[in-house]
């Protein structure tokens, strides 16, 4: 099993080449505004997943994600250059799901906030259904406590 902490090392150190890369070195006109958001690699430092999220609409995306295949080879040289192990990683680029997870967090705590609101509405003009306190208390009088039942029995 391989270091993990060399492993989460290099996964930093390659983030910052890629990201750096892709701000003075690819100058394909169909990258848009990338931002490159994790890297993960594996424990044998054979494989890196790049996780990147794109500013714009789904054609925007895929122009990206064509420009970031296209540059995959002479990204991966760099990284081989600037890291200086042995065998360099194979690059996976994969579009970040995390602002429309986050949208839809959004959504549902929007959806969550009316209906507690829509609660403390319909609690705020509720009523009890009986007694508002059903509980009896030490100062009040039973009338049916006055009478008990004497049973005679042989003396």
Do not use: C, W
């Amino acid at each position: 099993m391989g270091d993990t902490g060399r492993a989460r090392k290099l996964a930093e150190r390659v983030q910052q080449v890629v990201a750096q890369m892709l701000d003075t070195r690819v100058k394909d006109p169909r990258l848009g505004f990338v931002t490159v958001t994790d890297v993960r690699v594996t424990g044998d430092l054979q494989h890196a997943d790049i996780f990147y999220t794109v500013l714009g609409d789904d054609e925007e995306r895929t122009a990206s994600a064509a420009a970031l295949e296209s540059a995959k080879g002479i990204i991966r040289s760099e990284v081989g250059k600037q890291t200086g192990i042995r065998l360099t990683p194979t690059l996976a680029f994969h579009l970040d799901a995390v602002p429309e997870t986050a949208a839809h967090l959004e959504a549902a705590l929007a959806d969550a906030a009316r209906r507690d609101a829509e609660v403390a509405a319909l609690a705020a003009r509720a009523s009890y259904a009986g007694e508002s306190d059903p509980y009896r208390h030490p100062d009040e009088s039973d009338p049916a406590e006055g009478e008990t039942d004497v049973v005679a029995g042989p003396a």
